[in-house]
């Protein structure tokens, strides 16, 4: 396939980002509804953005993270990437002054992957040609259900077309909000789980470091 991992994963940004914008004003839709209705609202958004954005990035940079906020876990998408160093394991077995330390390090490090996911993808949202999309209705609704899959089909010149699920949870306040994001199998929570990982070793261990020295990984095909 000619479109890269990555260009759908920016897709799968955008998208998501829409659909925050659309749960404020579409008034509780199932998560379906939400990312169905949004699809269209993104893309006039980065349609709107391409006239400015050269000349004022942090505006354009600025309006990406107020869409994205509502509807991303953040902090806790960076809490599964540190995996077993941001254990409620781990967390129990320190001291008062270590989980201090280990709540800074998980608020920093929600912060690190916020930044960074906005300023890495952002940019490519902006050079996305317009490929067919399409949102899988659910053979059954998702009123009741804390945890919830949405399936989407992104058609370029291949025959068959890309497959993404966006794997969606309710927060305490019953509000859809991401977890992960499935690209073709490849599954992006893990991705940067084990580049975490590797990072930790790199940094015999020292957390900080790992946050000081993070970058995003861009997935290619």
């Not at 930044?115 to 067919?132: H, Q």
């Not at 010149?157 to 949870?169: F, H, I, K, T």
């Not at 305490?172 to 940067?192: F, T």
Request: net charge negative.
């Amino acid at each position: 396939m000619s479109l890269s991992l990555k260009r759908v994963w920016l897709v799968a940004c955008c998208l998501l980002a829409a659909s925050a914008w659309a749960e404020s004003s579409t008034g509780g839709l199932p998560a379906y509804g939400v990312v169905e209705d949004a699809t269209e609202r993104v893309m006039a958004v980065v349609q709107e953005a391409d006239a400015y954005a050269d000349e004022d990035p942090e505006r354009y940079y600025g309006e990406i993270q107020e869409i994205l906020d509502p509807v991303i876990d953040f902090r806790g998408f960076a809490r599964s990437v540190m995996g077993p160093y941001a254990s409620s394991e781990r967390y129990r077995s320190l001291d008062e002054e270590g989980r201090a330390k280990l709540r800074d390090q998980l608020d920093r490090f929600s912060e690190v992957m916020r930044i960074g996911l906005v300023r890495t993808y952002g940019k490519g949202l902006l050079a996305f040609g317009g490929s067919r999309i399409e949102v899988v209705k659910p053979e059954s609704d998702d009123v009741e259900q804390p945890r919830v899959s949405v399936r989407q089909l992104i058609y370029n010149d291949e025959p068959e077309p890309y497959v993404l699920l966006y794997q969606m949870g309710r927060d305490k306040a019953g509000e859809w909000k991401l977890r992960n994001v499935i690209i073709e199998s490849v599954n992006l929570g893990e991705i940067y789980r084990n580049q975490f990982q590797d990072s930790a070793r790199k940094y015999e261990g020292d957390i900080d470091s790992v946050i000081d020295n993070w970058s995003t990984v861009e997935v290619e095909a």
